[in-house]
T-cell receptor, first 108, second 114 residues
Framework: KNEVEQSPQNLTAQEGEFITINCSYS?????LHWLQQHPGGGIVSLFM???GKKKHGRLIATINIQEKHSSLHITASHPRDSAVYIC??????????FGQGTTLQVKP | DTGVSQDPRHKITKRGQNVTFRCDPI?????LYWYRQTLGQGPEFLTY????????KSRLLSDRFSAERPKGSFSTLEIQRTEQGDSAMYLC????????????FGPGTRLLVL
């Protein structure tokens, strides 16, 4: 079993829909990250969380430390949100442990 | 451009050849990480440096792989006697030395071993 598990692996939505991607982890962490990867490989950090909730524009990330679970929400989804969303946790040495990614396609 | 840069962006090589990739981190960042990502998977940790010291290496890093960061600035990752299974995207990231420092990723080097 992977130390970081994401669901779903693939997600197709219609423009305007509310989207949720889930992440569960089984190791001790100092922080959890949500990353976005577009075709071609570039990875951008969206959020870093150690507790509670963060919001940036239409994106919301939450974390429940006790349950070892985090969610990424996208409100009013748009085709430009189409990308791979990756959950990663910071280990006690600073390296990132990644989930397998969720491929999101938002159709117009 | 003051972001993380990687060179080359793409590399095609024949099995058995050696390849070397370079990563230039953000200039004030002490930490430099190498990750590998195969198609359809999330990245996997390979190794990281704090300044010039290589502090951790993954079991994934066989003895054909070696990484250096000689002056604590740029880093190189060399793969000797490449195998088809080495085909992947090799990602570099850098951060400040704070454990919770955000990692900034380079564009990656895509390796194809024929």
């Amino acid at each position: 079993k992977n130390e970081v598990e994401q669901s779903p692996q693939n997600l197709t939505a219609q423009e305007g829909e509310f989207i949720t991607i889930n992440c569960s982890y089984s190791v001790g962490i100092s922080a959890l990250h949500w990353l976005q990867q577009h075709p071609g490989g570039g990875i951008v950090s969206l959020f870093m969380l150690s507790s509670g909730k963060k919001k940036h524009g239409r994106l919301i990330a939450t974390i429940n430390i006790q349950e070892k679970h985090s969610s990424l929400h996208i409100t009013a989804s748009h085709p430009r949100d189409s990308a791979v969303y990756i959950c990663a946790v910071t280990s006690n040495t600073g390296k990132l442990i990644f989930g397998q990614g969720t491929t999101l396609q938002v159709k117009p | 451009d003051t972001g993380v840069s990687q060179d080359p962006r793409h590399k095609i090589t024949k099995r058995g050849q050696n390849v070397t990739f370079r990563c230039d981190p953000i200039s004030e960042h002490n930490r430099l990480y190498w990750y590998r990502q195969t198609l359809g998977q999330g990245p996997e940790f390979l190794t990281y440096f704090q300044n010039e010291a290589q502090l951790e290496k993954s079991r994934l890093l066989s003895d054909r792989f070696s990484a250096e960061r000689p002056k604590g600035s740029f880093s190189t990752l060399e793969i000797q006697r490449t195998e088809q299974g080495d085909s992947a995207m090799y990602l570099c990231a850098s951060s400040l030395s704070d454990l919770l420092g955000t990692q900034y990723f380079g564009p990656g080097t895509r390796l194809l071993v024929l």
